[in-house]
């Protein structure tokens, strides 16, 4: 099995262009989620970079607060998650 390769707090920070506390508040918010390693270094897997610029960009490009971001984000990943399964089905008939 081949480990996932995960980035530290300032990683994230630095590949969204946006301020570690940004990450951070975000991560105590429950709105990003993160693996713990150690006692306080925090550690974010791929699809956590993907929501985290979602949740960026949906903040600076239309002035939304970070609940309305991330309400938008569940919804575009959710709609992500059918259209997958929509398709796994559709091939499956095939």
Do not use: H, K, Y
Request: glycine share 4%.
């Amino acid at each position: 099995m081949i480990d996932e390769v995960t980035l530290s707090v300032e990683e994230l920070a630095r590949a969204c262009a946006v301020e570690p506390q940004w990450v951070v508040m975000r991560v105590e918010a429950g709105l990003l989620g993160c693996r713990r390693v150690g006692s306080d270094e925090r550690r974010f897997a791929s699809a956590e970079l993907a929501r985290a610029r979602r949740l960026a960009a949906l903040e600076r490009d239309f002035e939304a607060n970070e609940e309305l971001a991330a309400l938008a984000a569940d919804l575009i990943e959710e709609v992500q998650r059918l259209r997958e399964q929509l398709r796994a089905a559709n091939r499956s008939r095939e």
